[in-house]
């Protein structure tokens, strides 16, 4: 089973539509998340941590549900430059080289 | 401003021969990563340093082999190329944070590498 894992989409939403991706993680004793942003055929970028408590960033809210094991990304008011692959992220136990990347999810917005 | 940079950008080699793709970054960061990325997987970890002279075996990191003589640099080797290496490979830096898991990685531009 992977420990990250996400649907791979795609998702095609008109401009101005709130979508929201949901992560999955297999391993209960993991600490941190995030979700970055990969454009195509770009590098990842970190577009936000998510902590326990849900944080919002703009148009963009991360919750963590620890007891079902999930992570979500709500993006509301959908546009053009939103379109890319967020790659869900998951630190399994302290330290950067135990980061787990799920394989992300493509959005589409459309005009 | 501080970036990390990675070298060729594009490469075709053929099975068996030795491969490096080069990694350059002047945060100053102590971690530096190489990941390989494919269809239907996720970014994958093949090898990783917390310094200078340290390295550390990811979880794909068979084939491979990174040394780190210094802070800026992590060139990673491919001993003996095969077609199931072929994919697009990610250098990726960050700095220790006390008191956090983990900082946050910068990603260089990505080298896609065919091996025919």
């Known amino acids: 089973r992977k420990e990250v894992e996400q649907d791979p989409g795609p998702f095609n939403v008109p401009e101005g539509a709130t979508v929201a991706f949901n992560c999955t993680y297999s391993n209960s004793a993991s600490q941190s998340f995030f979700w970055y942003r990969q454009d195509c055929r770009k590098e990842p970028k970190l577009l936000m941590s998510v902590y326990s408590s849900g944080n919002e960033d703009g148009r963009f809210t991360a919750q963590l549900n620890r007891a079902s094991q999930y992570i979500s990304l709500l993006i509301r008011d959908s546009k053009l430059s939103d379109s890319a692959t967020y790659l869900c992220v998951v630190n399994i136990i302290t330290g950067a080289n135990n980061l787990f990347f799920g394989t992300g999810t493509r959005l589409t917005v459309i005009p | 401003d501080a970036e990390i940079t990675q070298s060729p950008r594009h490469k075709i080699t053929e099975t068996g021969r030795q491969v490096t793709l080069a990694c350059h970054q002047t945060?100053?960061?102590?971690?530096m990563f190489w990941y390989r990325q494919d269809l239907g997987h996720g970014l994958r970890l093949i090898h990783y340093?917390?310094?200078?002279?340290?390295?550390n075996k990811g979880e794909v990191s068979d084939g491979y082999s990174v040394s780190r003589s210094n802070t800026e640099d992590l060139p990673l080797t491919l001993e003996s190329a095969a077609s199931s290496q072929t994919s697009v490979y990610f250098c990726?830096?960050?700095?220790?944070?006390?008191?956090?898991?983990?900082?946050?990685?910068?990603f260089g531009e990505g080298s896609r590498l065919t091996v025919l």
């Open positions: 945060w100053n960061h102590n971690n």
């Open positions: 340093s917390y310094g200078v002279h340290d390295t």
């Open positions: 990726a830096s960050s700095e220790t944070i006390p008191g956090q898991a983990t900082g946050e990685l910068f």
